[in-house]
């Protein structure tokens, strides 16, 4: 059975964007430079050749990693209820008396630093079906926090 990727509208289109560049740019820029470096002779010894396969390669399993990724999609729909936490939901919690905001999405569009935390994270995995004022405990390496839900969206 193929692995389910939760995945936002946003995500999936930037995927698929992804996607495109991969395969109508960079695959073809890639095989250019091995026909260049390919045109220079003994291929042994040839740096600039073994660089530009290594590159392919990775391209090629990257193009395959996100093909498989749209194949098994399944798109995050944000409840509209916002009761509880739900994986789509915008939460805003108070940390040692800061308000931090997260979103809360599956773990290949997961990005901390831009306020985006996955589902499968301590704290993503803590807030799961949480309520407003409810507070959830996260043992972290500098100690217990305490998180305290203000507002789910």
Known sequence: MSKKYLLT????????????????DKRKEVIERI????AHGDLSENADYAQ????????????????????????????????????GSTVTVQVNGADKTYTIVGSNEANPLEGRIS????????????????????TAPAGDMEYKITAIN
Do not use: C, P, W
Request: proline fraction near 0%.
């Open 9 to 24: 509208q946003e995500g999936l289109a930037k995927l698929n964007e992804e996607l495109k560049y991969l395969i109508n």
């Open 35 to 38: 026909r260049e470096a390919a």
């Open 52 to 87: 530009a396969r290594e590159e392919q390669s990775f391209i090629e399993g990257r193009i395959q990693e996100i093909e498989d990724m749209v194949k098994n999609a399944e798109i995050i729909t944000a409840s509209t209820q916002h009761n509880n936490v739900t994986i």
């Open 119 to 138: 589902n499968e994270s301590i704290v993503g995995k803590a807030l799961l079906g949480k309520k407003i004022g409810d507070t959830v405990t996260i």
